[in-house]
């Protein structure tokens, strides 16, 4: 069974300052995504990671797969409160199944 | 207009009642996904679709039921209410083209009293 693990959970940093939330999990994995979630919104698709090495950017985030070690990270660059919101990575076990596992969620918060 | 709508946004009902949430997609994709947001939980799969003939079982199946009416259409029942259904239900869709992502309706929260 696939599991995806985040950490931190809750996250609570300065505006200006760098972080990076985890992701690993627990199979060999084919692609992963990341999504931010708004309170009461739905969810918005952020990058999708396809393979070994795979580095993404938007904007103050980026994003990047290292699948030997079964882990992604999200980097934020000079956070600004915009940034707060909720964010997921979910992982797809075996390729074009797309049966995605989410995990728990990285709640970010930014303080002026 | 929003590519995946579900209806309704907010519903209130009580143990032991039918409930139908609806999810309508106008991105011609094939394949329509139905999940359940609790807290401190992220998101988890109660049913998938891949086309109008597949259905098949999620995570989490166990006291829903769902129909895929066309491509474009796709609806979780909830035979009989139970307090613990109370949740964020989102409705999602994909392409099968190699490189997609699942897009996500606007959410249905459900209270079941």
Sequence with gaps: ????????????????????????????????????????????????????????????????????????????????????????????????NEKLTFGTGTRLTIIP | DADVTQTPRNRITKTGKRIMLECSQTKGHDRMYWYRQDPGLGLRLIYYSFDVKDINKGEISDGYSVSRQAQAKFSLSLESAIPNQTALYFCATSDFRGVDTQYFGPGTRLTVL
């Design chain 1, 1 to 96: 069974e696939l599991k995806v693990e985040q950490n931190p959970l809750f996250l609570s940093m300065q505006e200006g300052k760098n972080y990076t939330i985890y992701c690993n999990y627990s199979t060999t994995s084919d692609r992963l995504y990341w999504y931010r979630q708004d309170p009461g919104k739905s969810l918005e698709s952020l990058f999708v990671l396809l393979s070994n090495g795979a580095v993404k950017q938007e904007g103050r985030l980026m994003a990047s797969l290292d699948t030997k070690a079964r882990l992604s990270t999200l980097h934020i660059t000079a956070a600004v409160h915009d940034l707060s919101a909720t964010y997921f990575c979910a992982v797809e076990a075996n390729f074009g």
